[in-house]
């Protein structure tokens, strides 16, 4: 029994598991140690949240990317562990059990008047968009709230994930099961609201205060636009030919199209542009198997981040991967050839590949902003301190907002703009926003890097 120094070799001894290829083992080793260890596997695993930006790590998956084999414990994770989505550190961690109704209830502190009974049927807050900002916000309001209606429409099925996942899951083979964290279905009951998958927001009557779907109208006290933003596709990027991933749907259809190495063979794949999803998913196929060609404009990989050398390192990072980058050209032309795609560039060079990928930045999509009439800016323009619209009944977070015309398409703000408009519209103290510089874990698992 002593030569279970940790948690996680108990529990691969146990289970005759092969712990994967390059794990650290965490800390910790003496023989009290394992003692405790060996009692502490008989608890269930748990799961610990990080605050910064929501990704939760469970001690049952361990985090193989950075030597955390499955089963390691919490306590076991080594103090300077950075979290694998947004690069803070264990400290920012805390316990996490998705929150009950009741125990939401319990909490809600009910800043607002009760309403009274001739009050009780207000449309009450209608949330557009359920990614993280949209079930954030839900939670936040319903844990001050307990009785106010909120609507979630959504145009997918509103299931919960870390989209930031999308970046590494086919190296740690995530399957959607994996991926989704729970079923929207599920997360409506758990924070009794209203769901409306499959919806498309058509137009806003800010006067009226009336948001017209694709499954009728309603109407709305408060209106939240938490929609995001769609990936770009600049003019000679055909949108039949080129797989756009910024959200679950999509990344899962591509997964499909590619198949497993295993059953259908090595894909060539190209990526246009060479930022942080273009070089995240680049990372990840070719980890998956498949060959990569990865263009861009500028001269280096992650070109934004060129002062911290970021292009360099992840270059060196992929010798050994198949990836081939392809600085300093642009596409003139994509066509279809047989089964394959053509893609050639200004300067006259052409790639065959199986598919393409553009990861060619994002945009707001502007319609339902403009049917408000809302100030735009890039963007939704918003309060920097409220996160208010141009319409005072109307807030907005996450990819969708711009703030003095400047976007920040980041996990982490997600979180505090949530708490300052449930705040603001549960009338409770205000909790003014503050925009803080953004930190940005790469998640080119081969080298993760954290920029700011
Ligand atoms: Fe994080």
Redesign the pocket.
Same mark, same amino acid.
């Not at 989505?85 to 803070?88: A, D, E, I, P, R």
């Given at each position: 029994m002593n030569q279970l120094t940790t948690t996680a070799q108990a529990v691969q001894a146990m289970s005759a598991a092969r712990p994967p290829e390059g794990a650290r083992a965490p800390s910790g080793g003496s023989a009290a140690h394992a003692v405790a260890s060996v009692a502490v596997i008989l608890s269930p695993w748990q799961q610990y949240i #990080?605050h910064? #930006? =929501?990704?939760i790590y469970n001690e049952a998956d361990g985090d193989p990317d950075s030597g955390l084999a499955a089963g390691t414990r919490f306590a076991d994770i080594p103090e300077d562990w950075a #979290?694998p989505? #947004? =690069?803070?550190t264990k400290s920012?961690f805390e316990i996490y059990e998705p929150p009950s109704l009741d125990a939401l209830r319990a909490k809600a502190q009910g800043c607002r008047p009760v309403p009274s009974a001739g009050q009780r049927h207000q449309p009450g807050v209608v949330i557009v968009g359920a990614g993280r900002a949209g079930w954030q916000l839900a939670e936040n309001l319903r844990a001050m709230e307990a009785e106010l209606p909120i609507t979630l429409v959504t145009v997918c099925a509103g299931d919960v994930y870390d989209k930031p996942l999308l970046s590494v899951a086919m190296a740690r083979q995530l399957t959607r099961e994996k991926l989704v964290r729970e079923s929207g279905v599920d997360a409506a009951r758990r924070l009794n609201l209203r769901l409306l998958p499959h919806t498309h927001a058509i137009s806003i009557c800010a006067q009226t205060k009336q948001l017209r779907t694709t499954r009728g109208t309603l109407r709305y006290d408060q209106l939240v636009l938490a929609h995001g933003a769609q990936a770009a596709l600049p003019a000679p990027l055909p949108a039949s030919l080129c797989w756009r991933i910024n959200h679950l749907g999509a990344y899962l259809q591509l997964r499909a199209a590619l198949g497993t190495v295993d059953q259908s063979g090595a894909k060539d794949v190209l990526i246009v542009g060479a930022g942080l999803i273009g070089s995240e998913l680049a990372n990840d196929l070719a980890l998956g198997g498949h060959c990569i060609t990865l263009l861009d404009v500028q001269s280096e990989p992650l070109a934004r981040w060129q002062a911290e050398q970021a292009g360099q390192q992840v270059l060196q990072a992929w010798k050994d991967l198949p990836i081939r980058f392809v600085g300093g050209v642009k596409v003139a032309k994509v066509e279809k050839m047989g089964q394959r795609i053509r893609i050639s560039t200004d300067c006259g060079q052409q790639f065959e590949v199986d598919q393409v990928i553009a990861a060619t930045g994002l945009q707001t999509p502007s319609r339902l902003a403009q049917s408000a009439g809302l100030a735009w800016q890039n963007g939704i323009a918003v309060d920097p301190l409220t996160l208010r619209t141009s319409s005072p009944a109307i807030h907005a977070m996450g990819d969708c907002i711009t703030i003095n015309g400047q976007a920040s398409r980041f996990?982490?703000p997600i979180a505090r703009q949530a708490k300052t408009i449930a705040a603001a519209i549960t009338a409770c103290t205000p909790v003014p926003y503050e925009v803080r510089p953004a930190m940005v874990r790469v998640k080119t698992s081969s080298r993760p890097l954290t920029l700011h």
């Open positions: #990080c910064a #930006c =929501g990704y #979290c989505l #947004c =690069g803070v920012d996990i982490e």
